[in-house]
């Protein structure tokens, strides 16, 4: 398993690694490889201690419809929208000076 880390130089000198949740762990060493060691050695003491890293996979919702879908269903005036939109529509179709 792999977990992201990062590396960051300090203003005084040396370097941080810190991990990210859930181990949340930091470290300092004069270069990226003693910091990055460090952590390492932190990360191995907490697994050796009884420490699972583990990932869990969960269903999606499913998707929806439309991105938009439902967010008017309990709105009033959203049958009068529609049914102005429909007639416009048409009033649109059956105008001889539209191409």
Request: charged share 25%; no cysteine.
């Amino acid at each position: 398993m792999e977990i992201p880390v990062l590396l960051e130089r300090l203003p005084g000198g040396g370097f941080q690694a810190r991990s990210g949740d859930p181990l949340n762990l930091t470290t300092q060493g004069d270069s990226p490889a003693v910091a990055l060691r460090k952590l390492r050695e932190l990360i191995d003491i907490r697994i050796n201690s009884g420490t699972v890293l583990m990932s869990l996979e969960v269903p999606s919702s499913p998707p929806s419809p439309h991105p938009g879908a439902g967010i008017y269903r309990d709105e009033p005036l959203f049958d009068a929208w529609r049914a102005a939109i429909d007639e416009y529509r048409q009033e649109i179709e059956n105008d001889p000076d539209i191409p």
